[in-house]
């Protein structure tokens, strides 16, 4: 089994080796401030993490992703509020709290004179690993990292790519819960992207737990269960990718209808007769109309009567908006 896995079947034999059950929330964020000076970085930001889940974290540039990251990752203190991460305070108790923290930040120190194996080698010991361990740690994470072809080369002469590889390989090193990636994706090509996304998927198939910067929205859409966003440090959206893009600024719901040998008219008429419905755009083929909520059964009860009343519909389906516009609506809301 792999030492990748946080949470081992203990044996059943020997009750007092069972550990006690993991909280189910794993990160808690509670009314969250960081001043520096005169600029209030991050303004009451509270938020729970669930354990295996991967969320998303998108914010314009100095939203305040990195300064809430790095107080998450213990390296910054926050002015006020609490976070604690498998119910230990990283204010009171931030030596535990480690214990269960991965961090990848979006640049990292390389060594002068040192290869990939030896600076893997090198960080393992600052962990604490005993030899042993960290040689079991490292020869997995060389092949589930890809790192194994790289593991001779000089780490201060790695590519972007390659630096972020051995990055995200130390984040590992000593099996936390709670990953924490900062741009993680930034240097990567479209192959190592794709790569990068099925690791992801991975270490929370196995249980971990994972908080994913970027500004590649499309990018955490594909592997987040959920998304953060936050804007001039205050957090103004968490839930589905789902959800924002099958919403809209004002709560309706845009579908496309294409119909056949049909003039739009028809289905302007027809919107126009409908409660509920009304004309948005004319497409070549059909058009985009729009409902007042987007609710599942009137939604179907309208593709039914618009089918009774003979309009010969070839496709039906609701639009997505890319989450680039769900944020920028978002975002713009917000200022209002
Ligand atoms: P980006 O996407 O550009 O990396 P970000 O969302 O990570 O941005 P932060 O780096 O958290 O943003 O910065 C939030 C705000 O706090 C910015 O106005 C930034 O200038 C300010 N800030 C961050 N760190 C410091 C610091 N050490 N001293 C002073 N101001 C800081």
Redesign the pocket.
Same mark, same amino acid.
């Given at each position: 089994m792999s030492t990748l896995s946080p949470v081992e079947a203990a044996p059943v034999s020997d009750a007092h080796a069972v550990p006690p059950p993991l909280p189910d929330i794993v990160v808690s964020v509670r009314d969250l401030h960081r001043h520096?000076?005169n600029?209030h970085?991050v303004r009451g930001v509270s938020f729970d993490i669930r354990r295996g889940q991967v969320v998303g974290f998108i @914010?314009a540039?100095?939203? @305040?992703?990195?300064?809430?990251m790095r107080i998450l990752a213990t390296l910054d203190e926050p002015t006020a509020g609490t976070v604690t991460v498998n119910g230990h305070d990283l204010r009171d108790d931030p030596v535990s709290a480690r214990r269960f923290i991965g961090w990848m930040p979006d640049a990292y120190g390389a060594y002068d004179n040192m290869t990939v194996a030896e600076y893997l080698d090198f960080q393992g010991r600052a962990c604490g690993l005993p030899r042993a361990l960290r040689r079991e740690r490292m020869e997995e994470i060389m092949h589930f990292a890809d790192l194994l072809p790289l593991a001779d080369r000089m780490v201060n002469r790695l590519s972007k790519g390659q630096g972020q590889r051995v990055c995200f390989g130390r984040m590992l090193l000593h099996d936390p819960e709670f990953l924490l990636l900062d741009e993680p994706a930034a240097g990567l090509d479209p192959k190592a992207r794709i790569e990068f996304k099925n690791l992801v998927r991975i270490l929370a198939a196995r249980g971990k737990t994972l908080f994913i910067s970027s500004?590649i929205l499309s990018e955490l859409d594909e592997m987040c269960d959920s998304l953060l966003f936050i804007d001039s440090g205050r957090l103004v959206h968490h839930g589905s990718a789902h959800t924002l893009k099958h919403g809209s600024a004002d709560g309706t719901a845009v579908f496309v209808i294409k119909v056949a040998d049909t003039p739009v008219e028809r289905l302007a008429e027809w919107a126009s007769m409908n409660p509920g419905w009304s004309f948005a755009e004319r497409l070549r083929d059909g058009a985009r109309l729009r409902h007042e909520s987007g609710a599942p059964a009137e939604v179907a009860a309208g593709l039914r009567r618009m089918i009774l009343d003979g309009i010969p519909v070839t496709d039906f389906h609701r639009e997505e908006r890319r989450l680039e516009e769900a944020f920028i609506d978002m975002i713009s809301n917000k200022s209002k």
């Open positions: 520096f000076n600029v970085a @914010g540039n100095g939203a @305040g992703k990195t300064t809430t500004h």
